[in-house]
């Protein structure tokens, strides 16, 4: 009996073994774009052993040994940008092989964060997207713009393989793109005149610790890690899920670096926002081990939450803002006035353009060192009190402002804390705004949009908008 046990045995390991492929993530996919001049990562499964063979058609290559599991990894050459289309063949010495076609070299960026990055050129039920129709038409003009979507799969410890592979750019593909990074590749692609691939890895509702591990989230009093397996908590309000899901199958994909569009969940908690935010991309990025690869992102739009005049996300843009301080290579995007008056109950502008293209332009002037490209919105700097006026002034406007007439947005309190509409003028020999109302005598604060949902109109020569703030720390 143990002779014929073992010989089934026997059979069983030889015929999986013989029967054994080359396995790849979906990530590593036909269409896909690898991150230029640099060594880039593909990896998968064969059988125990084996030895891998990569060979890339623009002439370089890589091999490695499979490990005892079958898991191997290769790091493989890849050439400067351009439009030619390439292939790269692997193979195994068990005999097996296979081809990816129709490659593209070029930049690569990772995206990421809740519903606002997730949201499609399709938009969203009653929620529409601006110009989405012309969008979608268009896609097959980009064709040097690839897409990857990872699904949604939230789990409990870090996955090997999410779901996902890449798409080209067509009317039946587009219009499940994420509109943000789309269009950010659009304005990357138009600018650096290279293909462009984004990864879009997002989940609608999440917070930010839902996008960080088990061994940074055990450190904070006020995250329980229970709800991650709760059947009575929301999937997008389960703490370190995504991360285990949906990033950490993705950081063997080589990148350029981060786009992240999050923080409506995080209203409320606007004092551990910043250093979990900080926390967040210094895992990311010791993950993918590049370095400190760059940043960006999005601070989040007027709307009413709990209250249109409440402060609650105001105070989560603030902590936002001072993100930028804490992690090195980051920048942050003003959205202010990219929202319509009746999008005050909207959480999903409809305008994704100009966040896409905003972003761009971070990338174009820090990444790319394309410095006559404006990218950085004016920001408050000081004040001085000149007997009923509050005199401004401000970063990155050196060139002054714009409406000259005509300014909303601000407010001003005296000492005792209650604010009232201001109006403002500029000073267009100094470059400082001046603050003023005939209800507060001796100002003593200014408050420039910074409520849930109020909508400012003063930009800097590039038309980029005055980052909301708050001279107080009431």
Same mark, same amino acid.
């Given at each position: 009996?143990?002779?014929?046990?073992?010989?089934?045995?026997?059979?069983?390991?030889?015929?999986?073994?013989?029967?054994?492929?080359?396995?790849?993530? +979906?990530?590593?996919? /036909?269409?896909?774009? %690898?991150?230029?001049?640099?060594?880039?990562?593909?990896?998968?499964?064969?059988?125990?052993?084996?030895?891998?063979?990569?060979?890339?058609?623009?002439?370089?290559?890589?091999?490695?040994?499979?490990?005892?599991?079958?898991?191997?990894?290769?790091?493989? !050459?890849?050439?400067?940008? &351009?439009? !030619? #289309?390439?292939?790269?063949?692997?193979? &195994?010495?068990?005999?097996?092989?296979?081809?990816?076609?129709?490659?593209?070299?070029?930049?690569?960026?990772?995206?990421?964060?809740?519903?606002? $990055?997730? $949201?499609?050129?399709?938009?969203?039920? @009653?929620?529409?997207?601006?110009? &989405? @129709?012309? %969008?979608?038409?268009?896609?097959?003009?980009?064709?040097?713009?690839?897409?990857?979507?990872?699904?949604?799969?939230?789990?409990?410890?870090?996955?090997?393989?999410? *779901?996902?592979?890449?798409?080209?750019? @067509?009317?039946?593909?587009? =219009?499940?793109?994420?509109? #943000?990074?789309?269009?950010?590749?659009?304005?990357? +692609?138009?600018?650096? +005149?290279?293909?462009?691939?984004?990864?879009?890895?997002?989940?609608?509702?999440?917070?930010?610790?839902?996008?960080?591990?088990?061994?940074?989230?055990?450190?904070?009093?006020?995250v329980d890690l229970n709800k991650a397996s709760s059947k009575d908590v929301p999937e997008s309000a389960k703490p370190m899920i995504m991360y285990n899901g949906?990033?950490?199958?993705?950081?063997?994909?080589?990148?350029?670096?981060?786009?992240?569009? !999050?923080?409506?969940?995080?209203?409320?908690?606007?004092?551990?926002?910043?250093?979990? $935010?900080?926390?967040?991309?210094?895992?990311?990025?010791?993950?993918?081990?590049?370095?400190?690869? =760059?940043?960006?992102?999005?601070?989040?739009?007027?709307?009413?939450?709990?209250?249109?005049?409440?402060?609650?996300?105001?105070? %989560?843009?603030?902590?936002?803002?001072?993100?930028?301080?804490?992690?090195?290579?980051?920048?942050?995007?003003? #959205?202010?006035?990219?929202?319509? =008056?009746?999008?005050?109950?909207?959480?999903?502008?409809?305008?994704?353009?100009?966040?896409?293209?905003?972003?761009?332009?971070?990338?174009? *002037?820090?990444?790319?060192?394309?410095?006559?490209?404006?990218?950085?919105?004016?920001?408050?700097?000081?004040?001085?009190?000149?007997?009923?006026?509050?005199?401004?002034?401000?970063?990155?406007?050196? +060139?002054?402002?714009?409406?000259?007439?005509?300014?909303?947005?601000?407010?001003?309190?005296?000492?005792?804390?209650?604010?009232?509409?201001?109006?403002?003028?500029? *000073?267009?020999?100094?470059?400082?705004?001046?603050?003023?109302?005939?209800?507060?005598? *001796?100002?003593?604060?200014?408050?420039?949009?910074?409520? @849930?949902?109020?909508?400012?109109?003063?930009?800097?020569?590039?038309?980029?908008?005055?980052?909301?703030?708050?001279? /107080?720390?009431?």
């Amino acid at each position: 009996m143990k002779t014929k046990v073992f010989w089934i045995a026997l059979l069983f390991l030889l015929t999986t073994t013989a029967g054994a492929k080359i396995k790849l993530p +979906q990530l590593l996919s /036909d269409n896909m774009v %690898l991150q230029q001049e640099t060594k880039v990562h593909l990896w998968g499964e064969t059988t125990p052993n084996a030895t891998i063979n990569v060979m890339g058609s623009w002439g370089k290559g890589g091999s490695a040994k499979a490990d005892a599991n079958g898991k191997w990894i290769v790091e493989l !050459q890849t050439p400067s940008a &351009s439009y !030619q #289309t390439y292939h790269i063949h692997i193979n &195994s010495s068990d005999g097996d092989a296979m081809k990816l076609n129709d490659i593209l070299i070029g930049e690569v960026w990772f995206c990421s964060g809740q519903s606002n $990055m997730e $949201m499609p050129l399709n938009g969203f039920h @009653n929620c529409p997207l601006d110009d &989405s @129709n012309n %969008l979608i038409a268009d896609a097959a003009n980009h064709p040097y713009i690839r897409v990857a979507t990872i699904a949604r799969k939230g789990a409990l410890e870090p996955q090997e393989y999410a *779901n996902g592979n890449w798409k080209e750019p @067509n009317v039946k593909n587009a =219009p499940d793109y994420s509109a #943000t990074a789309y269009l950010y590749a659009l304005a990357l +692609q138009r600018t650096l +005149q290279v293909p462009v691939g984004v990864i879009n890895c997002s989940w609608g509702g999440t917070r930010v610790e839902g996008w960080m591990p088990k061994e940074i989230l055990e450190k904070y009093s006020d995250v329980d890690l229970n709800k991650a397996s709760s059947k009575d908590v929301p999937e997008s309000a389960k703490p370190m899920i995504m991360y285990n899901g949906l990033l950490y199958p993705c950081i063997n994909y080589t990148i350029k670096g981060f786009i992240w569009y !999050q923080g409506c969940s995080n209203v409320g908690k606007a004092n551990t926002y910043a250093e979990r $935010m900080q926390a967040m991309v210094k895992q990311w990025r010791s993950l993918w081990k590049e370095g400190d690869i =760059p940043f960006y992102y999005v601070e989040i739009a007027p709307y009413a939450y709990d209250n249109p005049e409440g402060i609650n996300a105001a105070l %989560l843009r603030e902590s936002q803002f001072k993100a930028q301080s804490l992690i090195p290579n980051s920048a942050m995007i003003c #959205t202010n006035d990219l929202v319509a =008056p009746y999008e005050v109950v909207q959480i999903h502008p409809k305008n994704k353009k100009d966040v896409g293209e905003r972003l761009a332009y971070q990338a174009l *002037n820090k990444t790319y060192n394309n410095k006559t490209i404006v990218a950085d919105s004016p920001s408050f700097k000081d004040m001085k009190i000149d007997g009923k006026n509050a005199i401004l002034s401000f970063n990155n406007a050196n +060139q002054g402002f714009s409406p000259w007439k005509g300014i909303t947005g601000f407010e001003v309190a005296g000492a005792d804390k209650v604010f009232y509409p201001a109006e403002a003028s500029l *000073n267009i020999k100094d470059m400082t705004v001046v603050v003023t109302s005939d209800k507060v005598a *001796n100002p003593v604060a200014v408050r420039y949009c910074f409520r @849930n949902f109020q909508i400012g109109n003063l930009k800097n020569h590039r038309n980029l908008p005055l980052i909301p703030f708050r001279t /107080d720390n009431w």
